[in-house]
């Protein structure tokens, strides 16, 4: 009697996915329709079985009215459909997975609450468990990021996919990138989450073609992913096969409607080295930027900070710090870290003097770091170029002394490596920028008029008398 019923449950579905083959994409039947398993038909009520909630979810909000028509119809009749989350499909499904593949312990851990700890366990490892929303402080400068991340996490893949977070070093792009995995793993905490850094993944892929586990890689991301999560992807530049895969996991997740994140340091069309039909990709969906906080915005998260190590900063001290430290948050948390523990060491009171003692060399460098972009704006308001010719290759005699000029500049005040100013300077070699320094240096010791240019800029940049 079960087996017949059974049969008929098997063909029923069997009709359904073969009616579904004309109407939906391969990767949508392959991903969501084909895992599911049609466990019972009975009293005109089918019931289907999906390996978890986040499946059923998807299911539920994007085709049950597709699937119960089409059901009624291979039916012949009118039917209600019942969902079952299965957590033995998921083991069957994700059998490429090293990780999954191992035996479950006991029986009673292939089920029920014990499984969902653990894969909430091994899922969330990946992700630093400080970096969630609610210790993220959000100001002008970062609330359409913050809203936009919130949004995602909320409503995986049906709000902005892909979500592209663009922002410069150390302001809460990765912190973000966690969150939204924590968030949806706390709503969903079967929800199968990648998060990767693009370094780890150019080593994934490496691994993959080497040792022939292609298969088990396209399985890991195309199959077993619900929400994929890549942080600095700024960093695929350069990296072939990288990008020829990413695209491809690309196209997959997408078309399935799952959820992709990425961050970057530069915009799409700022990646250098990138294959145009990903640059593409990631505009189709959302930008946010994240900016450099504003000083309430730096207040803020010293104050939380503080507080989440239960330290009591007077306000002097906080806002010397959030006056001080403008461009990155990182080196905000930094120098209050390091206040902190002095502080706790050597027993003195937390005022301005010692906060101004303890971080000199900080303060420093922040305020040299900061002046590339000023040493390059200044240079060519003064020179009459615009600041993307300084940054340009083109070889015209008007460009190229104010170039070179900025560059040394940058590279005696700003306390810069040669690197970076390469970078820096629209991604120049730094033997490009050495070269340049050289020349000024030596130009300096015959060329008068340049020696007045370069005398009056330093007075300018005030770098003389600080
Ligand atoms: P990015 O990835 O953009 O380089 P991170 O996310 O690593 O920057 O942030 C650097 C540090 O600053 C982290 O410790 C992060 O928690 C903290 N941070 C950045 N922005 C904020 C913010 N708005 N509120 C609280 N902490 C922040
Ligand atoms: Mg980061």
Redesign the pocket.
Same mark, same amino acid.
């Given at each position: 009697m079960t087996e017949l019923m059974t049969k008929t449950a098997t063909e029923l579905w069997g009709g359904f996915l073969t009616a579904a083959a004309g109407k939906l994409s391969a990767h949508v039947i392959d991903s969501w329709l084909a895992p599911i398993r049609c466990s019972r038909y009975e009293n005109a009520t089918v019931v289907l079985e999906v390996r978890d909630q986040f499946a059923r979810d998807w299911l539920r909000d994007h085709y049950v009215d597709f699937i119960r028509d089409e059901l009624s119809l291979v039916a012949g009749e009118s039917v209600a459909v019942d969902w079952i989350v299965n957590p033995e499909l998921r083991l069957a499904d994700t059998s490429a997975d090293d990780e999954t593949h191992a035996p479950p312990e006991s029986p009673t851990e292939r089920s029920g609450v014990t499984e969902t700890v653990d894969l909430e366990k091994r899922e969330s490892r990946q992700l630093n468990s400080?970096?969630v929303f609610d %210790?993220?402080? %959000?100001?002008p400068s970062?609330q359409f990021a913050f809203a936009a991340c919130k949004a995602v996490a909320e409503n995986p893949a049906s709000s902005y996919n892909p979500l592209f977070l663009f *922002?410069?070093?150390?302001? *809460?792009?990765?912190?973000?990138l966690s969150a939204i995995g924590h968030q949806i793993l706390r709503e969903k905490p079967r929800a199968r989450i990648i998060y990767t850094s693009s370094e780890a993944f150019v080593n994934e892929v490496i691994n993959a073609v080497r040792f022939s586990k292609l298969d088990e890689f396209h399985n890991k991301y195309r199959r077993n992913c619900d929400v994929f999560l890549v942080?600095d992807i700024q960093l695929i530049a350069g990296k072939d096969r990288t990008q020829h895969e990413f695209f491809h996991i690309f196209n997959t997740l997408y078309d399935s409607q799952r959820q992709i994140v990425v961050?970057s340091d530069k915009l799409p069309h700022e990646i250098p080295d990138i294959e145009e039909r990903l640059r593409n990709r990631f505009q189709w969906g959302l930008i946010a930027d994240?900016q450099p906080?504003e000083i309430e915005?730096r207040v803020a998260?010293l104050r939380?900070?503080a507080d989440s190590e239960r330290v009591v900063l007077a306000d002097e001290v906080i806002f010397f710090l959030a006056k001080n430290i403008r461009s990155n948050?990182?080196e905000l948390?930094g120098a209050l870290v390091r206040l902190m523990a002095h502080a706790s060491l050597t027993g003195q009171p937390l005022n301005v003097d010692y906060a101004q003692a303890v971080l000199a060399d900080i303060l420093q460098s922040r305020s040299l770091s900061l002046s590339v972009e000023s040493i390059q704006k200044l240079v060519a308001s003064y020179y009459q170029v615009k600041i993307a010719d300084l940054k340009s290759s083109r070889r015209q005699r008007i460009l190229v002394r104010p170039r070179q000029v900025a560059m040394y500049l940058c590279r005696k005040h700003a306390g810069a490596s040669f690197p970076e100013l390469g970078t820096r300077f629209g991604d120049k070699d730094h033997t490009t920028i050495m070269s340049a320094c050289k020349k000024v240096d030596s130009l300096l010791k015959t060329d008068a008029a340049l020696r007045k240019e370069v005398l009056e800029l330093e007075r300018r940049l005030d770098v003389l008398n600080p």
């Open positions: 400080r970096y %210790s993220f402080v %959000s100001g970062n *922002g410069g070093v150390g302001l *809460g792009k990765t912190h973000l942080d961050t994240v906080p915005t998260i939380k900070k948050v990182r948390e």
